[in-house]
């Protein structure tokens, strides 16, 4: 599924990346553990999180996760926003709980990683 | 006998959170750089980055050189810290000594040890109790994750 169907279907505000949102990710990493997702990420999933610090965008440029999606309305500030913009990440932010993205996520074919 | 090929040392600054993971990305751009097979470096800088953040959660301050040659990429990190008094239940997933600050920046959660020790060729771990741990990580040029 293209980022850009991911935007419409969760109702995401685009904080960074709005040009690379043709990108396609099969896969999901989920977690406010860091690392939980350097363990299980295998590289271009779609990096789910609550953490808005600069270690979720560290973490999603040295699992290599190919966008980051912030939930519960979470934003990150402007530092964290530029850096993801320096290392080419997108940045989407829903209102929306973590369960339910999975949940919606996962009833569109994407899978989790284990 | 492997020929060395470039050798590099960083300094690490304990408790900086906002700097923690300069020098894991600074890692990943030097051996980019270097056309290094991309499951290869992954497994680096993973190990890197989970090793950097360990030395700014518990230590006073910390080394991380990273030695690349023609068969592998090791780092060798040598913290001045608290050390590790059970080696064998800090390696244990799940198992965690983290402050709630440290939570906060999303670590601690008893994977960092597992997750370097998963992502080596080789892994040793030395500690003293109030003066250091060292850690020597092998990942070897022709592995896959």
Known sequence: MKLVEIKDLLKCEVLAGEEDLSVDVSQVVASDGMSEILAFAKSKELMITGLTNIQSIRTADIAGVSAVLYCRGKRPDKKVIEFAKQKRIPVLVTEMVMFDICGILYNKGLKGVS | ?145
């Open chain 2, 1 to 145: 006998m492997a020929a060395e090929l470039l050798r590099e040392s960083f300094q690490i600054q304990g408790r900086n959170f906002d700097k923690a993971g300069e020098i894991s990305s600074e890692i990943k751009v030097i051996l980019k750089d270097l056309d290094i097979d991309a499951a290869c470096l992954r497994r680096v800088v993973i190990v890197a980055f989970e090793a950097e953040m360990n030395v700014v959660m518990y230590a006073d301050r910390g080394t991380l050189t990273l030695i690349l040659t023609d068969q592998d990429i090791c780092l060798d990190v040598k913290d001045e810290g608290p050390g590790i008094p059970d080696i064998d239940l800090a390696m244990k997933e799940g198992y965690s000594t983290a402050s709630d600050e440290m939570r906060e920046m999303g670590f601690g959660f008893g994977m960092g040890l597992p997750n370097m020790k998963k992502n080596s060729d080789d892994f040793c771990i030395e500690s003293a109790v109030g003066k250091g741990t060292s850690v020597f990580a092998r990942v070897r040029l022709d592995s896959h994750a």
